[in-house]
C-alpha cells in the first residue's frame, strides 16, 4: 500500500472521532433525561467538544496542504459544489 504525502490516515480517523462525538452531542437531546439530570450532564460535558476538535483538525488539514492551494481552483470547484447545487438544486 502506497501512501502519499498529502493523506494522513491518523487525522482521518481523528476526524471520524470528532463526527462521532457532534453526531452524539445531537442525539442527547432525544432523549428524556428528566430522572437523571445527572448523567445527562456528565455525558454533556464529555461529549461537547466534537466540534472545537473538528475546527482543530480543518485549521490542520488546511495549513498542511497549504503549498497547494490555489484561489481561483478554491473558488471554482465551490461555486461548481455549493453554489450551483444550492442555485439550481441539482
Not at 37 to 51: C, I, Q, S, Y
Not at 59 to 80: A, C, I, M, N, P
Amino acid at each position: 500500500m502506497s501512501t502519499s504525502r498529502t493523506y494522513l490516515p491518523h487525522v482521518h480517523n481523528f476526524r471520524g472521532f470528532a463526527i462521532t462525538l457532534i453526531i452524539a452531542t445531537h442525539c442527547l437531546s432525544i432523549f428524556d433525561w428528566s430522572s437523571t439530570p445527572t448523567l445527562e450532564l456528565l455525558l454533556k460535558r464529555l461529549v461537547a467538544n466534537g466540534t472545537i476538535l473538528f475546527l482543530f483538525i480543518a485549521g490542520f488539514l488546511f495549513q498542511h496542504l497549504s503549498d497547494k492551494y490555489e484561489v481561483r481552483d478554491y473558488l471554482w470547484k465551490k461555486t461548481r459544489f455549493v453554489v450551483l447545487p444550492y442555485l439550481f438544486g441539482l
